[in-house]
């Protein structure tokens, strides 16, 4: 997977994105996961477009915190 996204395949960066928010089989990397998750956007991927809006929304402007996916199912 790694190597998909690194090879600018969105849904890759996208998954690798969610799976370093959440920890699934790695351990969680809120910044990695953020970088993955933009990359995904960048690159047209929609799910992570989506989730770059929610973080815009929900986040105080200037206050450096962006949520990420499954970090806003509380």
Not at 26 to 53: C, E, L, S, T, Y
Request: glycine share 10%; charged share 25%; no cysteine.
């Amino acid at each position: 997977l790694t190597r998909a996204a690194e090879q600018n395949y969105p849904d890759a960066q996208y998954a690798l994105g969610v799976m370093l928010a959440e920890g699934r089989g790695v351990p969680k990397d809120p910044k990695g996961a953020f970088i993955w998750i933009k990359r995904a956007a960048a690159n047209g991927q929609p799910q992570a477009i989506a989730a770059m809006h929610r973080a815009e929304q929900t986040v105080p402007e200037g206050s450096g915190q962006r949520p990420l996916p499954g970090q806003d199912k509380k």
